[in-house]
C-alpha cells in the first residue's frame, strides 16, 4: 500500500527554501523560521517571491517530491515533479474511459455523489452547532435540496444531466453560504460565487485555496501514475488538468469551504487594516 505523506505550505512572502542534510529549511532574512524532514513530505506549495535553492529542486525531483511555486494571489507560476510513477497500461486504460462516455459517467457520478454529500455535511454541521446565530431554517432547506440532488445524480443517465444537477446544487450550497461566516460580516460578506477574478474576501479565500487544493490533487495523481490532464467530468482543454479538478470536486467542501469558515469565524486571519497593514493569518 501506498503510504501517503504531508504537504508543505509556505506562505510567508519573503522567505527561502533550501536543502540542508535531508532536510527542508525555511530562511528568512538570514535566520531559520523551521525545517521539515524531506523524506516525510509528499508536496511543498511554495507562495514565496524567492523561491527555493537549486539543490532542494533537484533533490525533490530526484526522490519524486512536487514542488510547486504560486505567485502572491495564488497564481500558479511553475512546478518541479520527479520521474512520473505507475505504468503505460494504465495510462492507457485512462484514455480509453475517457473517451467512453459510459464510463466517465461512472467515474462522474462518485465525484458528484461525494461533493454533495460533503456540502450537506458542512450546512448540517453549522445548524447543529450555531443553529441560533444563522437561518436555520433556509439552510435546513438548502441541505434538503442538496439531498435530492442526491437522489438524481445516481439516476441521470447523461454527462449533461449530471452538470445540470451540479450547477443547481452549487447554486442552492453557495445561496446560503454567506449564513455560515460568523464574524467580521461586513469584511467577509459573501453574495455568491464569482471567479475571474474574485470580487471580494471571502471569494479571494476559497480562490486560492481551490487552487491549492487542485495542484495538490495533480501531484497526487501523478504519484500513483495516472495523467491529471485527462478527466471524465471536466472536459479536456490544453494545459487544464481536468482529473485534478474532477478528483477534487468531493473534496471541497471540507478541505477548503470548512477550512475559510474556520480561518474567519475564528480569526486566524485578518484583513487589510484602515493603516494599511496587509491581510495575513494570525
Same mark, same amino acid.
Given at each position: 500500500?501506498?503510504?501517503?505523506?504531508?504537504t508543505?505550505?509556505?506562505?510567508?512572502?519573503?522567505a527561502?527554501?533550501?536543502?540542508?542534510?535531508?532536510?527542508?529549511?525555511v530562511?528568512?532574512d538570514? *535566520?531559520?523560521l523551521g525545517?521539515?524532514?524531506?523524506?516525510?513530505?509528499?508536496g511543498?506549495?511554495?507562495?514565496s517571491?524567492?523561491?527555493?535553492? /537549486?539543490?532542494?529542486m533537484?533533490?525533490?525531483?530526484?526522490?519524486?517530491v !512536487?514542488? *510547486?511555486?504560486?505567485?502572491?494571489?495564488g497564481?500558479f507560476?511553475?512546478?518541479?515533479?520527479?520521474?512520473?510513477?505507475?505504468?503505460v497500461l494504465l495510462r492507457?486504460t485512462q484514455y480509453a474511459?475517457?473517451?467512453?462516455?459510459?464510463?466517465? =459517467?461512472?467515474?462522474?457520478?462518485?465525484f458528484?455523489i461525494?461533493?454533495?454529500?460533503?456540502g450537506?455535511?458542512?450546512?448540517?454541521r !453549522?445548524v447543529?452547532?450555531h443553529a =441560533?446565530r444563522?437561518?436555520a431554517? #433556509?439552510?435546513? #432547506?438548502a441541505?434538503?435540496?442538496l439531498?435530492?440532488?442526491?437522489? @438524481?445524480?445516481?439516476?441521470?443517465?447523461t454527462m449533461? @444531466? &449530471?452538470?445540470?444537477?451540479?450547477?443547481?446544487?452549487?447554486a442552492?450550497?453557495?445561496?446560503?453560504f454567506d449564513?455560515l461566516?460568523l464574524?467580521?460580516?461586513?469584511?467577509?460578506r459573501?453574495?455568491?460565487?464569482?471567479?475571474r /477574478? /474574485?470580487?471580494? !474576501?471571502?471569494? #479571494? &479565500?476559497? *480562490?486560492?485555496?481551490?487552487?491549492?487544493?487542485?495542484f495538490?490533487c495533480?501531484?497526487? &495523481?501523478?504519484g500513483?501514475? =495516472?495523467? /491529471?490532464?485527462?478527466?471524465?467530468?471536466?472536459?479536456?482543454?490544453p494545459?487544464?488538468?481536468?482529473l !485534478? &479538478?474532477?478528483?477534487m470536486?468531493?473534496?471541497?467542501p471540507?478541505?477548503?469551504?470548512?477550512f475559510?469558515?474556520?480561518?474567519v469565524n475564528?480569526?486566524?486571519? =485578518?484583513?487589510?487594516s484602515? @493603516?494599511g497593514?496587509?491581510a495575513?493569518?494570525?
Amino acid at each position: 500500500m501506498r503510504h501517503l505523506l504531508n504537504t508543505l505550505y509556505v506562505f510567508t512572502e519573503d522567505a527561502y527554501l533550501t536543502l540542508d542534510g535531508e532536510n527542508v529549511v525555511v530562511r528568512k532574512d538570514g *535566520s531559520e523560521l523551521g525545517r521539515v524532514p524531506l523524506h516525510t513530505l509528499e508536496g511543498i506549495l511554495c507562495f514565496s517571491y524567492r523561491g527555493a535553492s /537549486p539543490g532542494l529542486m533537484g533533490a525533490c525531483a530526484e526522490r519524486g517530491v !512536487a514542488l *510547486s511555486f504560486f505567485g502572491r494571489k495564488g497564481r500558479f507560476l511553475a512546478g518541479v515533479h520527479g520521474e512520473q510513477r505507475g505504468n503505460v497500461l494504465l495510462r492507457k486504460t485512462q484514455y480509453a474511459w475517457s473517451e467512453d462516455e459510459g464510463k466517465s =459517467l461512472t467515474v462522474a457520478r462518485n465525484f458528484i455523489i461525494g461533493k454533495l454529500y460533503n456540502g450537506r455535511w458542512v450546512l448540517e454541521r !453549522a445548524v447543529r452547532d450555531h443553529a =441560533l446565530r444563522i437561518d436555520a431554517e #433556509a439552510v435546513k #432547506a438548502a441541505s434538503t435540496k442538496l439531498g435530492a440532488s442526491l437522489r @438524481s445524480v445516481t439516476s441521470c443517465e447523461t454527462m449533461d @444531466s &449530471l452538470r445540470g444537477i451540479e450547477g443547481d446544487a452549487a447554486a442552492e450550497y453557495f445561496g446560503v453560504f454567506d449564513q455560515l461566516v460568523l464574524r467580521d460580516k461586513e469584511t467577509f460578506r459573501f453574495s455568491g460565487r464569482v471567479r475571474r /477574478p /474574485p470580487t471580494d !474576501a471571502m471569494n #479571494a &479565500l476559497l *480562490s486560492l485555496f481551490y487552487t491549492v487544493l487542485a495542484f495538490d490533487c495533480a501531484s497526487a &495523481l501523478e504519484g500513483v501514475g =495516472l495523467d /491529471p490532464f485527462v478527466g471524465f467530468m471536466h472536459a479536456d482543454r490544453p494545459g487544464r488538468r481536468s482529473l !485534478a &479538478l474532477d478528483l477534487m470536486e468531493e473534496l471541497r467542501p471540507v478541505f477548503v469551504d470548512r477550512f475559510v469558515l474556520s480561518a474567519v469565524n475564528n480569526r486566524w486571519i =485578518l484583513r487589510r487594516s484602515s @493603516s494599511g497593514n496587509r491581510a495575513r493569518f494570525a
